[in-house]
């Protein structure tokens, strides 16, 4: 296992916190990969490709608890998503089948500028009974993306609370479908509310502000504002 903050790299590491750092472009300005209970505070990232912040789990059939992502800003991502929607600003997804990253929190944080698909993306495995659980994205800002703003999808027990997504969908033609300002799918148990969505694009007729969509059970959309 291993974690890359910019130019650090620490091999096997649990239960560290990284706090106050500037970092500018590698791959991964910041990269932690089959890690877990990480504190991620008081972070700038400038550049990386195809993320700025990245979480991920390549493990098979893996839990990876507890990431927490805390005031933190994440722009000017480089490249042009193409084909892949777990690209963008702020990325947590499992990259192996099974694989899951659960009680995952992310407040406070602020993703703008790329090419890339999303602002703040929380993905869980596509197996219904292998999703990822307890995901909060609260308080945090997401402006001038080539596509989604926040989304969760394949979760359960989601919560979005107190965010604002605009000037979103930005990508000119419809290579990848169609995005939504702030929004989840395959997720039960999903909340979005108290947040605001305007200025969304969207390619093609599809997309929009605010989404409850494909295969969500028990969805709520509250007091927003698009």
């Known amino acids: 296992t291993s974690v890359e903050i910019g130019f650090w790299k620490v091999s096997g590491a649990d239960n560290f916190h990284f706090d106050d750092v500037r970092l500018t472009r590698r791959s991964y300005a910041v990269k932690l990969e089959n890690q ?59 990259s192996a089948p099974g694989a899951r990253i659960n009680d995952v929190i992310i407040d406070g944080c602020t993703a703008y500028n790329t090419k890339r698909w999303g602002g703040i993306i929380v993905f869980g495995a596509y197996s219904e009974n292998r999703r990822s659980r307890n995901i909060t994205i609260r308080n945090s800002t997401v402006y001038n993306v080539y596509g989604d703003g926040i989304l969760e999808a394949c979760v359960v027990d989601a919560i979005i609370e107190n965010c604002v997504s605009h000037d979103v969908g930005n990508m000119p033609e419809n290579r990848m479908g169609t995005p939504n300002g702030i929004w989840q799918y395959f997720t039960d148990n999903g909340t979005v509310r108290n947040c605001e969505a305007y200025n969304t694009h969207s390619p093609q007729h599809d997309g929009g502000g605010f989404d409850i969509d494909i295969l969500n059970k028990n969805c709520t959309v509250e007091y927003c504002y698009a």
């Open 36 to 94: 877990h209970h990480w504190v991620i505070r008081n972070i700038e990232t400038t550049g990386g490709s195809p993320f700025g912040i990245g979480v991920l789990n390549t493990i098979p059939d893996s839990d990876l608890e507890f990431i927490r992502i805390i005031n933190c800003v994440a722009h000017d991502v480089a490249g042009v998503s193409d084909t892949d929607k777990s690209e963008g600003c702020i990325v947590i997804r499992p």
